[in-house]
């Protein structure tokens, strides 16, 4: 199959590259060349996507592919503007886009059907996530005009991870000693590691599927206390989790999701985004691994490449060791 990944630098695109490779795909990427060396064995193009015409400068005017991913995530006008190109010369379009797409609180159970936000094609504006994407489906949606799969992922994990969720978590139960774990210990966990986002798309483009999915694992497929346990042991299992119940985390004034990244509290407004309808996805063949494979591929990952570096463009995430001693120290106080 020939593969054209919009991106494949980093997390979904450069596991999508990968993927491609070991299946024995033939390669195409488009980037701007300044994140990573292109992976051996593809054929990298350079654009910059946000300068008009420099996408149809790079693909030129004859090549044609039988897959194209594109894992955009700001201003909607770029994807119109390569799903246009593609259009007539490629066979299946897979936009990688996001369950916040839908209306605001998201609810527990939700499927695609849902009311999703609005969202224009030809927006230039990148700084609304919700509108971005969702002007990004309807950007594929309105110019693609062939099979196509809007994968709304939702928490992302894994190997490559620059939003470093699961790297924070590593990281801080790798200096060992008691650690504060929000609980409950069987709060389920709705995720996908983008090594499954990666394979499944691909797959979809093979079977020329075409429709909208809610893209992560069936609820439950981890739990809080199994992925904490998990990133304990391939840490070095010197940490000591301190479990403590929703209400602690609350009255502490902690942030749910991104001073303690990946949990979200199982009541509220937010507890839908653990908890989505996933079954078309699953239809469709979805298939999501074991959780410590995902944790212990992403230590590996950090021993050999190191923690993502702080992005300017997104808020740091995970607790200060003050704040995270004072709640411990509460407990302790609580509990004598």
Not at 240 to 258: F, I, K, Q, S, Y
Not at 271 to 285: I, P, R
Request: hydrophobic share 40%; glycine share 12%.
């Amino acid at each position: 199959m020939r593969v054209l990944v919009l991106g494949g630098t980093h997390h979904v695109g450069r596991a999508v590259v990968e993927a491609a490779l070991a299946a024995g795909d033939d390669v195409t990427t488009v980037n701007r060349g300044v994140s990573r060396p292109p992976a051996d064995g593809v054929t990298p193009l350079v654009a910059d996507r946000t300068v008009p015409g420099s996408l149809a400068t790079a693909l030129g005017d004859t090549a044609t592919w039988d897959a194209v991913v594109d894992t955009w995530s700001q201003a909607p006008r770029v994807v119109h503007e390569s799903a246009r190109l593609l259009a007539g010369r490629a066979e299946h379009y897979a936009y990688v886009s996001s369950r916040s797409v839908y209306r605001w609180p998201i609810r527990v159970g939700l499927d695609e059907r849902a009311p999703v936000a609005d969202g224009d094609p030809d927006s230039d504006d990148a700084a609304d996530y919700q509108a971005a994407k969702r002007g990004g489906e309807l950007a594929v949606l309105d110019a693609f005009g062939g099979p196509s799969v809007l994968a709304r992922a939702g928490l992302i994990l894994g190997p490559y991870e620059i939003t470093g969720r699961l790297p924070w978590w590593l990281g801080r139960l790798a200096e060992g000693g008691p650690t504060l774990a929000p609980g409950p210990y069987d709060r389920p966990l709705q995720y996908i590691d983008g090594r499954d986002l990666a394979l499944w798309l691909l797959s979809t483009a093979r079977r020329r599927i075409d429709g909208t999915f809610n893209a992560v694992s069936h609820p439950g497929h981890a739990t809080m206390g199994t992925m904490l346990d998990a990133a304990v042991e391939v840490s070095g299992g010197t940490a000591e989790l301190v479990w403590v119940e929703p209400r602690v985390v609350e009255d502490a004034g902690v942030a749910a999701w991104t001073e303690l990244p990946i949990w979200l509290p199982p009541t509220g407004e937010s507890a839908g985004l653990h908890d989505g309808d996933v079954s078309a996805a699953y239809a469709a063949g979805l298939d999501c691994r074991p959780v410590r494979d995902t944790v212990a591929d992403t230590w590996d990952w950090l021993q050999l490449e190191g923690w993502p570096p702080a992005r300017a463009d997104r808020p740091p995430v995970g607790l200060s060791r003050d704040r995270e001693d004072a709640v411990l120290a509460s407990v302790r106080g609580t509990t004598g």
